[in-house]
C-alpha cells in the first residue's frame, strides 16, 4: 500500500510518514520501480508502534536504533528489549509525576469549592 493509505490506516500524516522514512525509520519499507513507498501488513505495524512510541516520546533516535538492530536479526533480541526496558521505566516515572499533579489540582479544586461561587 502507499503512503497515503498507510497514514490513513494508522492515523498519522503522509508528512509524518516522509520524515520518519528520511530518518532511518523504515529500511525494510519496498520501493517499487517508481521509487514509491509500498508498506506491507508488517510495516503497518511497525508504523503502529513508532506512533505509539513517539506518543510517549521516545527519541527518534531511538526508534532508529531499535529500527537498525531489528534488521540485524535475533542476537539483537536483548538489546532490544533493554531499550524497551528503559523507555518503560521513563514512563512509569512520567505516569506516577502525572498520577501526583492530578491530586494535586484535586485538593486545589477542593479548597476553590471550600472558597464558595463554585
Known amino acids: 500500500m502507499n503512503v497515503k493509505k498507510a497514514a490513513e490506516s494508522v492515523g498519522i500524516s503522509e508528512h ?15 520501493r517499487d520501480k517508481n521509487g514509491h513507498r509500498n508498506f506491507k501488513i508488517e510495516d503497518l ?7 505509539c512510541m513517539r506518543q510517549t516520546h521516545m527519541p527518534i533516535s531511538k526508534l532508529k536504533e531499535i529500527a537498525e538492530l531489528y534488521e540485524q536479526g535475533r542476537s539483537t533480541v536483548l538489546e532490544r528489549k533493554k531499550i524497551f526496558i528503559e523507555h518503560q521505566e521513563n514512563l512509569i516515572k512520567q505516569k506516577e509525576l502525572i498520577d501526583q499533579a492530578l491530586k494535586t489540582l484535586d485538593n486545589k479544586f477542593k479548597l476553590l469549592e ?5
Open 16 to 30: 509524518t510518514i516522509r520524515y520518519y522514512d528520511k530518518s532511518g525509520l523504515f529500511p525494510f519499507v519496498e
Open 45 to 51: 505495524y511497525w508504523l503502529e508502534f513508532i506512533k
Open 114 to 118: 471550600k472558597e464558595g461561587d463554585y
